[in-house]
C-alpha cells in the first residue's frame, strides 16, 4: 500500500482559480451546505451572510449594515467579531492592496465563527498577517484562503495569526501561497501559534497548506508553534518549502516548528523539503513533521528532504523531556552542512537528537549525510528508542545512535509483526505491504 499522493500545488491553483470563477449572477449557489441548509443556518441558527470582499472586510465592525449583496440572503443584519458567519459566494480581495487581519488582541479578539463554505477567498494580500488576526475560542472552518504575506511584524499565519483559547475549533481550512517574514516570529502556514504566556490552543484538524514559507523562530506548515498544553493537531497535511533567513534561528517542522507539552499531533503527513542552511545561528532544529517535540506525535509521516547546519531529522529536529513519538516513519533526504560555533551537529534519518522522551515502533529509509553525529537513525540519543528500524542501505549509514539496522529487503519483509523486525508492531495501524513494500500507515 503506497502514501496517499498530495495534489501537486500548481493544479490545485489552477483547479481553485477555475472554481472561483463558477458563480455568476442571478446567484447559484456552489458551496458545501445546499440551500435548504442555508436558509436553516441563517434564518434559524443565526449566520450572517457574506458574499464580498467589502461584506468580509466589514464583519470586524459592530454595526447594522446590508449583508448577502446579490443573494436570496440579503438583508440588514448586525455584524461584529462576536457574531458567526457564512460565506456565500467566492471572493476576489484584488481590490484591498494590504489587507487588515479581521481581530487583535483582547478586547479587539475574533470570537465568533466563521464558515466559508468551502469557497474560495482569493488574491489576499498583506503585511500585517492573514485573513484573521487573534481569534479566541473561536470557530473557523471550511475556509479557503490564497494570497500573499510579506509580514512586517510577528506572528503570521494564512487564515489566523493567533488560535487561542481551549474551546477554539479550526477545521477542513485550506491554504495556498507565499508568506515571507522579515522579523523572528510564529509563522505557519495556516496559524501562527496557538500559544502566548496566558491562554492555550484548541483543536486543529482536517487542514492543508500548499506553498512556500521563509523566515525564522517558530516556523511550520501548519502552525508555527503548539506552545501551549492542550493543542491537538489531527489529519492535517503539507507541502512546498520552508527557508530560513541568514540570522534566523530556532525550530522549523513540517506540519508544526514547536510542539509544546501535553499537545498532539495525529494522522498527518508533510512533503515540505526544508533548507535551514543559510542561518548563521547554532541553534536550529528542523524536522520533517516537527521541529522541536515536548509532546506527542502518532500515526505521523514526512517524506520532505531537510538540510541544516546542526540538528536535522527526516521526522523530528530534537525531542525533549515527556515527548513521546510512536507509529511513524520518514522517507527524505536529510544533510547537515558545516556547523557554526556552539552548534549541535546532530543529524539522523528520523531524528537528530533524541534528547529525552520516547521514540518506539517507527522507521526512516532517507539517505542521511554531513557533519557531525550522523546516524541512519539517530544522530545523538540519549533517551529511549525501541523497536525501531532503519534502511541501513538506502540511508547509507551502518550505524545509528538508536534504532536497529536492516537491509532494504529485510525492511520490506511484507509481514507485521515479524520475528525479527517490527516486533511489538499493531498490524490495525501499520499495513505491512507485500515483499515489494515498506510498511505504511493505514489510514494516513
Given at each position: 500500500?503506497k502514501?496517499?499522493?498530495i495534489?501537486?500545488?500548481k493544479?490545485?491553483?489552477?483547479?481553485?482559480?477555475?472554481?472561483?470563477?463558477r458563480?455568476?449572477?442571478?446567484?447559484?449557489?456552489?458551496?458545501?451546505?445546499?440551500?435548504a441548509?442555508?436558509?436553516?443556518m441563517?434564518?434559524?441558527?443565526?449566520?450572517?451572510?457574506?458574499?464580498?470582499g467589502v461584506e468580509?472586510?466589514?464583519?470586524?465592525?459592530?454595526?447594522?449594515?446590508?449583508?448577502?449583496?446579490?443573494?436570496p440572503?440579503?438583508?440588514?443584519?448586525?455584524?461584529?467579531?462576536?457574531k458567526k458567519y457564512?460565506?456565500?459566494?467566492?471572493?476576489d480581495?484584488?481590490s484591498f492592496?494590504?489587507?487588515?487581519p479581521?481581530g487583535?488582541f483582547?478586547?479587539d479578539?475574533?470570537?465568533?465563527?466563521y464558515?466559508?463554505n468551502?469557497l474560495?477567498?482569493?488574491?489576499?494580500t498583506?503585511?500585517?498577517g492573514?485573513?484573521m488576526?487573534?481569534?479566541?475560542?473561536?470557530?473557523?472552518k471550511?475556509?479557503?484562503?490564497?494570497?500573499?504575506i510579506?509580514?512586517l511584524?510577528?506572528?503570521?499565519g494564512?487564515?489566523s495569526?493567533?488560535?487561542?483559547?481551549?474551546?477554539?475549533?479550526f477545521?477542513?481550512?485550506?491554504?495556498?501561497?507565499?508568506?515571507?517574514?522579515s522579523t523572528?516570529?510564529?509563522?505557519?502556514?495556516?496559524?501562527g501559534?496557538?500559544?502566548t504566556?496566558?491562554y492555550?490552543?484548541?483543536?486543529?484538524?482536517?487542514?492543508a497548506?500548499i506553498?512556500?514559507?521563509?523566515?525564522?523562530?517558530f516556523?511550520?506548515?501548519?502552525?508555527?508553534?503548539?506552545?501551549?498544553?492542550s493543542?491537538?493537531?489531527?489529519?492535517?497535511?503539507?507541502?512546498?518549502?520552508?527557508?530560513?533567513?541568514s540570522?534566523?534561528?530556532?525550530?522549523?517542522?513540517?506540519?508544526c516548528?514547536?510542539?509544546?507539552?501535553?499537545?498532539?499531533?495525529?494522522?498527518?503527513?508533510?512533503?515540505?523539503?526544508i533548507?535551514?542552511?543559510?542561518?548563521l545561528?547554532p541553534?536550529?532544529h528542523?524536522?520533517g513533521?516537527?521541529?522541536?517535540?515536548?509532546g506527542?506525535?502518532?500515526r505521523?509521516?514526512?517524506t520532505g528532504n531537510?538540510?541544516?547546519?546542526n540538528n536535522?531529522?527526516g521526522?523530528v529536529?530534537?525531542?525533549?523531556?515527556?515527548?513521546?513519538?510512536?507509529?511513524?516513519w520518514?522517507?527524505?533526504?536529510?544533510h547537515?552542512?558545516n556547523?557554526p560555533?556552539?552548534?549541535y551537529?546532530?543529524?539522523?534519518g528520523?531524528?537528530?537528537?533524541?534528547?529525552?522522551g520516547?521514540?518506539s515502533n517507527?522507521y526512516?529509509?532517507?539517505?542521511?549525510?554531513?557533519?557531525?553525529?550522523?546516524g541512519g537513525f539517530?544522530?545523538?540519543?540519549?533517551?529511549?528508542?525501541?523497536?525501531?528500524?532503519?534502511?541501513?542501505?538506502?540511508?547509507g549509514n551502518?550505524?545509528s545512535?538508536?534504532?536497529?539496522g536492516k537491509?532494504?529487503?529485510?525492511?520490506?519483509?511484507?509481514?507485521?509483526?515479524?520475528?525479527t523486525?517490527?516486533?511489538?508492531?499493531?498490524n490495525?495501524?501499520?499495513?505491512?505491504?507485500t515483499v515489494?513494500d515498506y510498511?505504511?500507515?493505514?489510514?494516513?
Amino acid at each position: 500500500m503506497k502514501p496517499k499522493p498530495i495534489l501537486n500545488y500548481k493544479e490545485s491553483y489552477t483547479m481553485h482559480v477555475i472554481n472561483s470563477y463558477r458563480f455568476q449572477e442571478p446567484w447559484v449557489n456552489t458551496g458545501k451546505y445546499t440551500y435548504a441548509e442555508l436558509v436553516d443556518m441563517i434564518g434559524v441558527q443565526g449566520y450572517i451572510p457574506v458574499a464580498t470582499g467589502v461584506e468580509l472586510n466589514s464583519i470586524r465592525n459592530s454595526v447594522s449594515q446590508v449583508m448577502g449583496a446579490g443573494t436570496p440572503f440579503k438583508a440588514t443584519y448586525l455584524t461584529g467579531r462576536d457574531k458567526k458567519y457564512v460565506q456565500l459566494k467566492s471572493i476576489d480581495l484584488v481590490s484591498f492592496s494590504s489587507w487588515t487581519p479581521i481581530g487583535l488582541f483582547s478586547p479587539d479578539n475574533f470570537v465568533g465563527e466563521y464558515d466559508g463554505n468551502n469557497l474560495d477567498i482569493m488574491n489576499l494580500t498583506s503585511t500585517g498577517g492573514g485573513l484573521m488576526g487573534v481569534s479566541f475560542n473561536a470557530k473557523i472552518k471550511n475556509t479557503r484562503v490564497y494570497g500573499t504575506i510579506n509580514a512586517l511584524q510577528n506572528n503570521v499565519g494564512l487564515i489566523s495569526s493567533f488560535l487561542l483559547g481551549e474551546d477554539s475549533m479550526f477545521e477542513n481550512n485550506f491554504g495556498y501561497g507565499d508568506i515571507n517574514a522579515s522579523t523572528f516570529s510564529y509563522i505557519g502556514g495556516l496559524i501562527g501559534g496557538t500559544y502566548t504566556d496566558w491562554y492555550y490552543g484548541g483543536i486543529i484538524r482536517d487542514s492543508a497548506f500548499i506553498g512556500n514559507i521563509t523566515g525564522g523562530g517558530f516556523v511550520g506548515g501548519i502552525v508555527g508553534a503548539s506552545r501551549g498544553e492542550s493543542c491537538f493537531i489531527q489529519r492535517c497535511h503539507t507541502l512546498g518549502t520552508i527557508t530560513s533567513l541568514s540570522a534566523d534561528k530556532r525550530f522549523f517542522g513540517g506540519i508544526c516548528g514547536h510542539h509544546g507539552k501535553l499537545s498532539t499531533i495525529e494522522g498527518s503527513y508533510s512533503a515540505m523539503d526544508i533548507n535551514t542552511a543559510s542561518s548563521l545561528s547554532p541553534y536550529i532544529h528542523s524536522g520533517g513533521i516537527v521541529g522541536l517535540n515536548i509532546g506527542t506525535i502518532r500515526r505521523c509521516y514526512a517524506t520532505g528532504n531537510i538540510t541544516s547546519l546542526n540538528n536535522a531529522g527526516g521526522l523530528v529536529g530534537a525531542s525533549e523531556a515527556g515527548s513521546v513519538i510512536s507509529d511513524c516513519w520518514s522517507s527524505g533526504n536529510v544533510h547537515i552542512t558545516n556547523n557554526p560555533a556552539g552548534a549541535y551537529p546532530n543529524c539522523g534519518g528520523f531524528i537528530a537528537w533524541c534528547y529525552k522522551g520516547s521514540i518506539s515502533n517507527c522507521y526512516s529509509k532517507g539517505l542521511v549525510t554531513g557533519l557531525g553525529n550522523v546516524g541512519g537513525f539517530c544522530g545523538n540519543n540519549t533517551g529511549n528508542i525501541t523497536n525501531s528500524y532503519w534502511d541501513t542501505e538506502t540511508s547509507g549509514n551502518a550505524t545509528s545512535s538508536g534504532g536497529i539496522g536492516k537491509t532494504t529487503t529485510e525492511m520490506k519483509a511484507g509481514l507485521i509483526p515479524d520475528t525479527t523486525i517490527y516486533v511489538g508492531w499493531d498490524n490495525t495501524i501499520w499495513d505491512p505491504g507485500t515483499v515489494n513494500d515498506y510498511p505504511s500507515l493505514i489510514g494516513v
